[in-house]
């Protein structure tokens, strides 16, 4: 069964248009891709962000930003020392990272080699959320298969919801998962794209408050433990093909936590929020022996556009993760239902 999104049940978040696929593959060369376990008591995955070309070779002005620490996440210590990415980014549960990681690292290190480049370090970036309530988390099915099949599945239109790293999490005290969102920003008559994705696993289903004035009915909310604590996660990936700094970029990142508060999450103790971002341009090539690199970057005072760029596409993102994704039961017969319950038809 497919879920209508946000923008097609008339539900506008912010006022930047989209980009055609209202994903964060509209930035040109980015694809992701899921491996979904769904197995009884198992529901859980991975979900791959695959940057353009070989992330090593060329690699990606980045940054990342800690909202709440309450996370697992791995590589960001040299994000925010070097501002480069050098891997694609992994999402999995919280038990499977060291896996992931391990998995990233061997795929890299064979692609490199390959194509005839020697890596004697290499960054893997993995995020997690906790999808021990819907998933046997201490049974850690996830690792290099799972990895490699999301590899294999990524592409530009790729699925919302309970999918991939997604499958298993949960959000506002309903079924979360995985959402993304673009806008569009204008400078000097070119068109740039920022685009997000959202692994949804945070907030108390009692505080989601809903573009337009939309509110869960009050039995809804008690029949899905709307005064549980706020607790569980989000990571949010950013992309852009704006010449924005590392330094630019992290300016960004710390908006899209505005997406989350706009929806009601106080960003708990419990919860681990974490925010990476990368653009594709100013590219830094290993092949590049100059002293002296040439560098782009926009005027500071235009980063405004992407500022709301990135909380617009970080609400309409997390919304949906929760209107794509079906109810789910799992582990222990513990059930989730879906945000798309509330609505008609």
Known sequence: MSYLRARERGIITGELPPGPLNRITDVEGIKVGHCTVADGGLQTGVTVLMPPDNP????????????????????????????????????????????IHDALAAYMLRRCRAEGVEVTSINPVVGECNDGFLSDIAARPCGEKELLAAIGDAKADFPLGAVGAGRGM?????????????????????????????????????????????????DFIRKNGG????????????????????????????????????????????????????????????????????????????????????AEAAEESVLDSMLCAEPVTGFRGRHKDSLSEIFPD
């Not at 709440?68 to 994000?79: A, C, E």
């Not at 925010?275 to 782009?296: H, K, M, Y």
């Open 227 to 310: 005064a549980a604590p706020d607790k569980g996660s989000c990571i949010m990936l950013l992309a852009t093909d704006a010449p924005l700094s590392d330094r630019q970029l992290k300016r960004v990142i710390r908006r899209m936590p505005v997406g989350l508060v706009r929806l009601g999450s106080f960003i708990g103790h419990g919860s681990g929020e974490i925010c990476i971002g990368f653009s594709t341009a100013n590219r830094v090539s290993i092949a590049d022996q100059r002293d002296i690199l040439p560098v782009e970057m926009i005027n500071e005072r235009k980063i405004d556009r992407f500022f709301r760029a990135a």
């Open 56 to 99: 090593f070779t060329e690699k990606l002005p980045a940054a990342s930003h800690v909202v709440n620490g309450f996370g697992k996440t791995l590589g960001l210590v040299q994000i925010d020392e070097l501002g480069t990415l050098e891997t694609p980014v992994a999402l999995c549960g919280t038990l499977n990272v060291g896996k």
């Open 170 to 218: 949960c959000c506002h005290s309903l079924k979360g998962g995985i959402g993304s969102a673009s806008r569009l920003v204008e400078l000097d008559g070119k068109r740039y794209t920022v685009g997000v994705l959202t692994l949804t696993n945070h907030g108390r289903l009692h505080d989601l408050r809903l573009p337009d004035g939309i509110r869960p009915e009050a």
